[in-house]
């Protein structure tokens, strides 16, 4: 794994780890409520998103593996600390072993992703290295999203 490959693997796996810790002294209740705000989602939802999201546009985008996203049924999941975990552990295991096969020659490279991966809007072209950046982008404003949410179930 080149040293750019090695700094996104590990940026990844630290926002993924971040979402376990956040939500590990929760209650299965309070994991499975969202906040009396309109447009709120459970601290279980917001980790069941960021971990979809960061599936897709890394193993999926990124380094094409062949895989399918049902982006709703995440907004509809509920469940268990024990499930997160297990999931955030998982990801993070298949993440560093696809980037440790991922060709560095390849980061520049221009494609347009599967709109199935994408999530909300149009796919548009963009390349290897702009998939990383997107992906933790996306867990750094989601991670914001749970401490607001966090926050507003002690209340």
Request: charged share 20%.
């Amino acid at each position: 794994m080149t040293p750019e490959i090695a700094t996104y693997s590990r940026y990844i796996r630290e926002k993924i780890a971040q979402f376990d810790v956040a939500v590990s002294s929760l209650s299965e209740a309070d994991l499975n409520r969202a906040p009396d705000f309109p447009g709120a989602n459970s601290p279980f939802v917001i980790a069941t998103h960021v971990l979809g999201n960061m599936r897709a546009w890394i193993l999926g985008i990124v380094c094409g593996q062949e895989l399918r996203r049902d982006r709703p049924a995440e907004f509809v999941s509920h469940g268990t600390y024990q499930q997160i975990r297990a999931a955030a552990f998982s990801l993070s295991s298949e993440i560093e072993a696809a980037l440790e096969g991922l060709d560095a020659n390849t980061l520049g490279d221009r494609f347009t992703p599967p709109q199935e991966l994408w999530g909300e809007g149009t796919s548009v072209e963009l390349q290897r290295r702009e998939g990383f950046a997107h992906a933790l982008e996306h867990a750094g404003i989601h991670l914001g999203h749970m401490h607001v949410t966090l926050e507003l179930l002690k209340r």
